[in-house]
């Protein structure tokens, strides 16, 4: 079974995150992570956080001389901007944060205890872990991609950074959708027996617990509403050459939860941040009168490295449910598994 439990806060001295799961035997190339992290500070409209953090993970455990050993890995990113026990209390809950809710739930005197957990800073911890995980996705021919569909109703590159210079004219956000594609998947990972082994449901969830990220669809998704059956549905097709295939994927790869050996498609909406910078009405906790949000330091749009997360948090989930159904502590022993149950498909 792959988990993994990340630890830290937007201004603690790092971020963390325990690993269990992977096998023995996978070669980890640090650079690829990092790689990852890096791809994640990056898209038009990030704040100025992104150019105090470099973003770098130290691989404290569960490898020897690179490879791995079939023990817990525990990474850590260190935060650069480390000053949580300095910085001021936030009195005014920001709409549409985590601020009042996690205020009135811990019994805190002011919000800075909530965001600093509760901040989108924690991702960074998990995308490592997927950046792992993606290592060993492309073990077995799987890779996963993501990009940009549209930012504030925006699909054309250049009128996308328009609206996001529009945004930060007005000192406002702005939100959009981005889509995370795997390729290369077997049929057959996830199940149709329980539903919380169902794999579409998984994948929800893990991109639904991105911050900001507000609806998940899966292939056709909310296309499907105004469709008949005999549109909707991917005709199955047969030839000795390629096996069993479709010449549509608006099932989006995934069928009675399980994975069809289509392509993956899942699009996710991201609303805008939280944090304006021209703040809307809020009120102050302590006198309980009418105050402005609270401003932090933050980004004008993150719809592109929300993506590179979604790619993350995929990975993991795939990850776990192919480790599921070939097992094995081993690599090489996952593999002989996996070679023998393409072969039995084919």
Do not use: W
Request: hydrophobic content about 35%; charged content about 25%; proline content about 4%.
């Amino acid at each position: 079974m792959l988990r993994f439990l990340t630890a830290g806060e937007s201004h603690g001295r790092c971020l963390a995150a325990i690993l269990e799961g992977i096998p023995a035997g996978l070669k980890i190339n640090a650079y690829e992570i990092n790689t990852e992290l890096q791809r994640r500070q990056e898209g038009y409209g990030r704040g100025k956080r992104m150019q105090i953090e470099q973003d770098s993970a130290l691989i404290l455990s569960g490898l020897r001389r690179g490879v791995t050993i079939g023990s817990p890995i525990c990474l850590m990113i260190k935060n650069t901007d480390s000053r949580i026990n300095e910085l001021p209390d936030v009195v005014s809950p920001r709409p549409g944060h985590a601020d009042l809710a996690g205020v009135l739930k811990y019994g805190f005197q002011d919000a800075r205890p909530v965001l600093e957990r509760a901040s989108a800073r924690e991702t960074a911890a998990r995308t490592a872990v997927g950046a792992l995980c993606k290592l060993f996705l492309r073990e077995f021919d799987i890779n996963i991609s993501s990009r940009v569909i549209e930012v504030g109703g925006e699909s054309d590159k250049d009128k996308m950074k328009k609206r996001v210079d529009a945004a930060v004219k007005k000192r406002d956000t702005v939100g959009g959708v981005f889509e995370v594609k795997a390729i290369g998947l077997p049929p057959g990972l996830g199940s149709y027996a329980h539903f919380d082994k169902r794999l579409d449901g998984r994948l929800s969830a893990a991109l639904m617990s991105i911050p900001g990220v507000k609806s998940v669809e899966i292939g056709l998704g909310l296309g499907y509403a105004d469709k008949f059956g005999s549109e909707a549905h991917d005709a199955i097709f047969y030839s000795r050459k390629k096996g069993f295939y479709r010449k549509t994927n608006n099932a989006g790869g995934l069928e009675g939860g399980m994975t069809n050996g289509e392509p993956l498609i899942l699009r996710c909406c991201m609303k805008p941040i939280s944090t304006l910078f021209n703040p809307l009405p809020s009120v102050d906790l302590n006198t309980r009168k009418p105050k402005k949000a609270a401003i932090e330091r933050s980004d004008t749009c993150v719809v592109l490295s929300a993506g590179v997360v979604g790619e993350a948090v995929s990975a993991t989930e795939l990850a776990g449910v192919l480790l599921e159904k070939f097992g094995g502590d081993s690599l090489s022993d996952i593999k002989d598994s996996y070679k023998n149950y393409l072969k039995r498909i084919s």
